[in-house]
């Protein structure tokens, strides 16, 4: 488990619900990654980042997918890639990412209480 934080600080990562509009694979990422281009809606509009997903996704497979991102990170060189969000996932037995996403169906751009 990780240090305790104040509540204050939770509050400052903004996560948000985008969906993948846009998906490729990102053949010079040193590890196997998929580019992803999200719609987080009218307020933040459309973002871009790669993903460690391969284990579990395809880019057709993500295409229209729901997921959770913070938003509010600054952009990340990743390659020759601007990552600007951090898409959220968990481990699986075997170190696979599995992404997070809501289980019911919200607009893109909710922040995550």
């Known amino acids: 488990m990780a240090e305790p934080i104040a509540f204050d600080d939770f509050l400052r990562v903004d996560i948000r619900a985008g969906r993948v509009i846009r998906a490729e694979p990102f053949p010079e990422a040193r590890k196997p990654a998929i580019k992803l281009w999200i719609d987080f809606g009218p307020e933040i509009g459309e ?42 996932g968990l481990s699986d037995g075997d170190g696979g990412i599995v992404l997070i996403a809501p289980d019911q169906d919200v607009a893109a751009g909710e922040r995550m209480h």
């Open 47 to 88: 973002k871009k980042t790669s993903a460690q997903i391969t284990a579990h996704y395809t880019p057709e497979s993500l295409i229209g997918r729901m997921v959770m991102a913070v938003v509010n990170f600054p952009p990340r060189q990743i390659g020759p890639f601007m990552s600007e969000v951090l898409t959220l």
